[in-house]
T-cell receptor
């Protein structure tokens, strides 16, 4: 089946620094990738939709200048958390939609971010 | 996308069948029922999806009622590794929007 990877799997950073998370579709091309955030004991919340070669679309309440998304190729999307603060600590999950007949959405393993 | 309702939690004995219900009474004719699960600290995993006929794959079976207002995901022989949160999602196949996750059902498989 289709595989989506994320790097890093976990990261600890100091408050005020920026963190970049990569999302790759390993064996398929993904015109569209999605970024989710999940706080403890809560469900996944969509942050933004990343489209290859164009600007990302952000959900209401998600600051586009804080969460920078770049989708430079059909297999890579990056999420940069700028000037991270402790409240940004969360589990960040990306997914990619395989273009084709069924267009099932496949998810990466997630990146756990802890901001001190 | 149609709203779904799932019980917050269920227990199942190891080796027994786990039957996870989902209500989707407002489902439209062109909407599919998708099931994903999320094992602790991992990304969601696709399980199965269907429109109106029952579906089976190597992971599970999906039983959809004739009126399509509810469905049941069946794990025929649950193992401890099946402990996870199971999400029932209704949406149009091939839809361009992202999947929307509700609260899901937390399945605990007991030894």
């Amino acid at each position: 089946g289709a595989v989506v990877s994320q790097h890093p799997s976990w990261v600890i950073c100091k408050s005020g620094t920026s963190v970049k998370i990569e999302c790759r579709s390993l064996d398929f091309q993904a015109t569209t990738m999605f970024w989710y955030r999940q706080f403890p004991k809560q469900s996944l919340m969509l942050m933004a939709t990343s489209n290859e070669g164009s600007k990302a679309t952000y959900e209401q309440g998600v600051e586009k200048d804080k969460f920078l998304i770049n989708h430079a190729s059909l297999t890579l999307s990056t999420l940069t958390v700028t000037s991270a603060h402790p409240e940004d600590s969360s589990f960040y999950i990306c997914s990619a939609r395989e273009t084709g007949a069924q267009e099932t959405q496949y998810f990466g393993p997630g990146t756990r971010l802890l901001v001190l | 996308d149609a709203k779904t309702t799932q019980p917050p939690s269920m227990d199942c004995a190891e080796g027994r069948a786990a039957n996870l219900p989902c209500n989707h009474s407002t489902i439209s004719g062109n909407e599919y029922v998708y099931w994903y699960r999320q094992i602790h600290s991992q990304g969601p995993q696709y399980i199965i999806h269907g429109l109106k006929n029952n579906e089976t794959n190597e992971m599970a079976s999906l039983i959809i009622t004739e009126d399509r207002k509810s469905s049941t995901l069946i794990l025929p022989h649950a193992t401890l590794r099946d402990t996870a949160v199971y999400y029932c999602i209704v949406r149009v196949e091939g839809g361009r929007r992202a999947l929307t996750f509700g609260s899901g059902t937390r399945l605990q498989v007991q030894p």
